[in-house]
């Protein structure tokens, strides 16, 4: 049986509680505390069921939290006066990290006091602390970061898994991937039987590393008793296509590729705006398409697409891009919160081990 109601909506299901509470890492993006403490705002004006554990300074982030109203009576405020820094190395956070804004939003989700964490803090460092504390589900070698990428699908999205958790992966690696993958976008997109692909340099049987050949055995064996569609090799122009719904890679191809599609669509959102205001014409036509215009805009925003989750973990945790502004935080915040409501993490341990103990290679994987 499919859990058919766990679905990325808006939606709660029943006999759960209206409150969700994320834990939140204030201290670990480029633009600071301002920009997170804006960003769940935001949240918070869209949202009356949301409320917030927040970890940092306590002395900013009182004041920040003071100048924004609609935070009122929402936010529970955790001194950490200890910061991740995107220069730290995992190896030193695992050591040292005990008293890090980083450190003490992932112990909340662990204790249980907050459904999911965000943090736009250094990746490594946040993979690293999280395995530590919140321990890999059972059957899984490597966790991995999921992210949602627009794409011609009736649903909008296609997931890409690794973007970024491990530059690494051998076959039994990418072999999680695809169930961790599969598990997501059938509990998560409500799609009974995905189609998964092998990101590779071409579709052609004899290309890729032997690792990649090594890979797609493992997958098409998998794929009946993993409920999922393999659907062989794809080229980094199926990404956005309606070929696919999970695409498999190692995190450093995949973070390169997703960074690649960010600077693309910030390029066509630039382009355009300089074409419609070559002329006076020019400019007339973008307001007779003004409406077209912030469709297409809002769709290749990429900010908000913003959140990467974590597969493979006890908790849920949602890096954010180091650089997100206010709306990109609000969007990773409410990825968390939707996937906190839904009890997704729940049913996504459930499949995975499911789909790893009955999976030809699992054993390998394991």
């Known amino acids: 049986m499919i859990d058919r109601d766990v679905t990325l909506s808006s939606a709660p299901p029943p006999d759960r509680g209206d409150v969700v509470v994320i834990s939140v890492d204030a201290m670990g993006g480029d633009r600071g505390p301002a920009a997170v403490v804006a960003g769940m705002a935001e949240s918070a004006a869209k949202n009356p069921d949301i409320r917030f554990i927040v970890h940092g300074d306590e002395a900013e982030l009182r004041r920040l939290?003071?100048?924004r109203k609609v935070l009122a009576g929402r936010c529970d405020i955790r001194h950490a006066g200890g910061v991740v820094t995107m220069e730290d190395k995992p190896s030193q956070i695992v050591r040292k990290g005990d008293g890090t804004s980083m450190w003490s939003a992932i112990e909340s989700v662990k204790t249980g006091e907050a459904g999911a964490a965000v943090s736009c803090g250094n990746?490594?460092?946040l993979m690293a602390l999280s395995m530590l504390r919140l321990r890999k589900l059972p059957g899984v070698n490597r966790p991995a970061i999921a992210c949602l990428w627009p794409s011609l699908n009736p649903h909008g999205f296609n997931i890409m898994l690794d973007v970024g958790a491990d530059i690494r992966a051998d076959a039994p690696d990418l072999l999680?991937?695809?169930l961790m993958g599969a598990s997501y976008a059938r509990n998560g997109l409500g799609l009974d039987r995905p189609r998964v692909g092998l990101l590779n340099v071409g579709t052609e049987e004899h290309k890729g590393r032997a690792e990649l050949k090594q890979a797609q055995d493992l997958i098409m064996a998998a794929a009946d008793s993993g409920k999922?569609?393999?659907v062989g090799f794809v080229e980094g122009g199926d990404l956005p296509?309606?070929?696919?719904?999970v695409i498999v890679t190692d995190g450093f191809t995949g973070n390169i590729a997703l960074k690649t599609g960010e600077g693309t669509a910030k390029l066509v959102g630039t382009l355009l705006k300089d074409a419609f205001a070559n002329s006076i014409m020019s400019k007339f036509a973008a307001l007779l398409a003004m409406t077209s215009l912030k469709r297409l805009q809002k769709r290749i925003d990429p900010r908000r697409v913003n959140g990467g989750i974590f597969l493979g973990l006890n908790g849920t945790v949602i890096k954010s891009h180091g650089s997100a502004d206010a709306t990109g935080v609000s969007a990773a915040i409410k990825l968390a919160f939707t996937l906190a409501r839904s009890g997704f993490q729940d049913r996504l341990a459930a499949r995975v081990a499911q789909a790893a103990a009955s999976a030809?290679?699992?054993e390998a994987a394991s």
């Open 65 to 67: 939290v003071g100048r």
């Open 123 to 125: 990746t490594g460092a």
């Open 176 to 178: 999680q991937y695809a």
């Open 228 to 230: 999922f569609e393999y």
């Open 241 to 245: 296509s309606a070929r696919v719904d």
């Open 360 to 362: 030809p290679g699992a």
